[in-house]
């Protein structure tokens, strides 16, 4: 039972684990999505405000996104001039050097800011209009915090958790009763083997019951007190009840181990056992009879005719 709950909680962590790591990539690949065309839809407005000349524009607008998950925002040109550098106090220390030539592409990655957690850093070149020449190639920059990824995840896995540990219980409930039921069944079949072997065990000719289980012998309702050869050899005479024992069998059977008994120790083992027998009932004195010249016997009809082999209803 301990190992099945093993298993199941295992089984139940690992699906767990397997599916949160697919939800987390597939939240992550569509916020990467979302955040792609958020900073190019700030690139192409950044690039509108510019050409009409409203550069204080262009500043309120990023000072706005640091309201929500934005951590910072650049707008640079390709000569290195900082257009506007707005930040998030969390973001204030970070090293966002200004990028050229190689360095100036289009990129996405992830980096982690102490005390905020991991956040995306995005650049998107842009062809920027200017003043001079009429164009200037720079780029936009924007880093957007990434924590609400993880806080959807840590929801999802708490109501996965509680989807899981209810399926756990239901299942091991089911496991329990199954083997409760079981066990149940197995200790009622137990049971009835057992009384079919004490049934078994039990031999009834007439007033005369003999357990063979408990070694006990009774005669009308009274107790017999036996040694146990007397009482191996009772159990001979009425293994077969109403059948001849020879005093060969009888030798065979009762003093198998012994190669000195002789017809004298079966005439002294059916004296005693009579009367025993008598003792307890009258009718015991009757119930072992000797057959001259082939052996003993237990009389069939020692109780009003009526001998059975089974045990009492």
């Known amino acids: 039972m301990i190992l099945a709950c093993a298993v ?44 009409s000349g409203d550069e204080g524009m262009l500043r309120t607008s990023a000072s706005f996104l640091l309201l929500g998950s934005v951590l910072y925002v650049q707008v640079v040109s390709s000569d290195g001039e900082i257009i506007v550098d707005d930040r998030a106090q969390v973001a204030s220390s970070l090293d966002l050097p200004v990028l050229s030539g190689d360095d100036l592409r289009r990129t996405l990655r992830r ?39 993880s806080v959807r995840v840590y929801g999802m896995t708490l109501i996965a958790s509680g989807i899981g540990a209810g399926f756990d219980i239901l299942v091991l409930s089911l496991l329990f009763l199954l083997l409760h039921r079981v066990h149940r069944e197995g200790a009622g079949q137990e049971i009835a083997q057992q009384t079919e072997k004490r049934r078994e065990s039990l031999r009834r000719i007439g007033g005369l019951m003999i357990d063979e289980a408990a070694k006990s012998v009774s005669l009308d309702g009274k107790a017999v007190r036996l040694t146990p050869k007397q009482f191996t050899l009772l159990s ?43 003792e307890a009932s009258d009718a015991g004195a009757k119930l072992i009879v000797n057959v001259p010249g082939f052996g003993y016997k237990i009389e069939c009809c020692a109780d009003k005719g009526e001998t059975k082999d089974t045990a009492p209803s």
């Open 8 to 51: 199941a909680i295992a089984l139940t962590a690992i699906t767990i684990f397997l599916v949160m790591n697919t939800y987390r990539s597939v939240l992550t690949e569509a916020f990467d999505e979302r955040s792609a065309a958020y900073v190019t839809a700030f690139a192409d407005s950044a690039y509108a405000w510019l050409e």
């Open 111 to 149: 980096e982690r800011v102490e005390g905020t957690g991991t956040y995306i850093d995005f650049v998107l070149p842009r062809t920027l209009p200017s003043g001079v020449d009429g164009t200037r190639k720079g780029y936009v920059r924007m880093g957007i915090d990434t924590s609400s990824i």
């Open 236 to 278: 001979l005479l009425a293994s077969e009840a109403g059948r001849v024992f020879s005093e060969r069998e009888i030798l065979d059977s009762v003093w198998a181990e012994s190669g000195y008994a002789d017809s004298k120790d079966v005439k002294q083992y059916i004296y005693l056992l009579r009367r025993r027998l008598s």
